[in-house]
């Protein structure tokens, strides 16, 4: 079982509509990350959280808006998104801080939230 | 730029029938190579990090290795549950923090 939970695991959406995707981890990690993947596509990176601070905007459209209230806690809010955002939504998480030093590649992903936009 | 290459884009093997996957990759510095498996609409686990040329790592039947180029991920006698797009990421030193490149990945299909 992933020690990342996502929810809800699938989401239908109009253009017009505001919803949010929440990710939990109670591993103690300190980083956490949104990706979108595409169909056939490897995972794209969309933010990352360090100590609860938003370390890295992969110039993502301001449509999507993150929300990190805890250690514990990430979200990610949507409003008038397009069909092409239709994705699978990923949020992982990771020990050790950002920058040199303890930064490990090993991530944990939690299963995804399918997004459908019509 | 960093750049991650993954070949084949798909591979179907027989049960039993050992193969390997590559991942060539150009960094500036490697920190890290990760692979990962990923089955239909689930998020990546993660399988191995290697750090050197020459490094090993094993796991049940997968084993990848690490040159200065690229990486392999060996399966010896596939099983069917071994179905699943193979992901590889690298990760440098320059960067500024947890960030991965991927390759596109390897859709393997095993079947008995």
């Known amino acids: 079982d992933t020690e990342v939970t996502q929810t809800p695991k699938h989401l239908v959406m109009g253009m017009t509509n505001k919803k949010s995707l929440k990710c939990e981890q109670h591993m103690g990690h300190r980083a956490m990350y949104w990706y979108k993947q595409k169909a056939k596509k490897p995972p794209e990176l969309m933010f990352v959280y360090s100590y609860e601070k938003l370390s890295i905007n992969e110039s993502v459209p301001s449509r999507f808006s993150p929300e990190c209230p805890n250690s514990s806690l990430l979200n990610l809010h949507l409003h008038a998104l397009q069909p092409e955002d239709s994705a699978l939504y990923l949020c992982?998480?990771?020990?050790?801080?950002?920058?040199?030093?303890?930064?490990?590649?090993?991530?944990?992903f939690g299963e995804g939230s399918r997004l459908t936009v019509l | 730029e960093d750049q991650v290459t993954q070949s084949p884009e798909a591979l179907r093997l027989q049960e039993g029938e050992s193969s390997s996957l590559n991942c060539s990759y150009t960094v500036s510095g490697l920190r890290g190579l990760f692979w990962y498996r990923q089955d239909p609409g689930k998020g990546p686990e993660f399988l191995f990090t290697l750090y050197s040329a020459g490094e090993e790592k094993e796991k049940e039947r997968l084993k990848a290795t690490l040159t200065k180029k690229e990486s392999f991920l060996h399966i010896t006698a596939p099983k069917p549950e071994d179905s699943a797009t193979y992901l590889c990421?690298?990760?440098?030193?320059?960067?500024?923090?947890?960030?991965?490149?991927f390759g596109g990945g390897t859709r393997l299909m095993v079947k008995p």
């Open positions: 990421a690298v990760q440098e030193w320059d960067n500024a923090g947890n960030m991965l490149t």
């Open positions: 992982a998480s990771s020990q050790g801080e950002m920058g040199a030093g303890g930064a490990t590649g090993e991530l944990f």
